[in-house]
């Protein structure tokens, strides 16, 4: 099985690149899937959505097919992203414009928000609510707010924070959960049905 993480901050050294390493660190650890891929969108510099994408045009053959390919070989997702004025980022819902159900349909997915305060549950409603329709993502019940992020999942633990103490038994806990949904799935997508059909929701 193939996890793909994405990283959803608009900042070179952002909280949010953090906590993606630390849980791709976690992935390996406790063996939960075969590899394991983190698409850092502060980095992939992808541009904003145009029909061109459609098209197939070259800019976007550059920078986006070799991501499509990977996402459309993964088997579950890790969305993290930080909360920008109470919203997920606008790099991630650029991501989600371009990403479609034949690159995340049926295949679960964890939200994981972060905030450097005690906010952070707005983007877990957002991404719910509006960046499944398309890409038919399903996300899992569980999910994880990371609040107080620089105290929190550091390479050391963070042995005098409430939150630290906290968080890294529930990110273990959610990770595997999230790899017993993926090994639950595939069977869906393997499955007679006609999904090319109706690639869009409704």
């Not at 145009?50 to 053959?61: A, F, P, T, Y």
């Not at 159900?101 to 409603?125: A, C, E, F, R, T």
């Amino acid at each position: 099985m193939k996890l793909s993480i994405i990283a959803g901050s608009h900042r070179q050294l952002a909280q949010s690149s953090k906590v993606a390493h630390f849980i791709n660190d976690r992935i390996k650890t406790l063996n939960l899937f075969d590899s394991s891929y983190i698409l850092d969108l502060a980095k992939a510099e992808l541009p904003f959505w145009d029909e061109g994408v459609w098209r197939g045009e070259e800019k976007w053959k550059q920078v986006w097919t070799p991501i499509a390919k990977v996402l459309e070989s993964s088997d579950a997702f890790i969305v993290i992203t930080p909360e920008y004025g109470g919203m997920v980022t606008a790099k991630l819902k650029n991501f989600f414009l371009l990403a479609n159900s034949k690159m995340m349909g049926h295949k679960p997915g964890l939200i994981v928000s972060v905030s450097s305060g005690l906010s952070g549950s707005y983007p877990v409603n957002e991404l719910r609510t509006s960046s499944y329709k398309n890409t038919k993502i399903n996300y899992i019940p569980e999910h994880l707010v990371i609040r107080k992020v620089e105290e929190c999942l550091n390479e050391t633990p963070n042995t005098e924070s409430e939150f630290d103490t906290f968080l890294r038994p529930r990110v273990d806990f959610s990770l595997k959960l999230l790899a017993e949904y993926s090994k639950a799935m595939a069977p869906i997508r393997n499955a007679d049905l006609n999904f090319k059909d109706f690639p869009y929701g409704m």
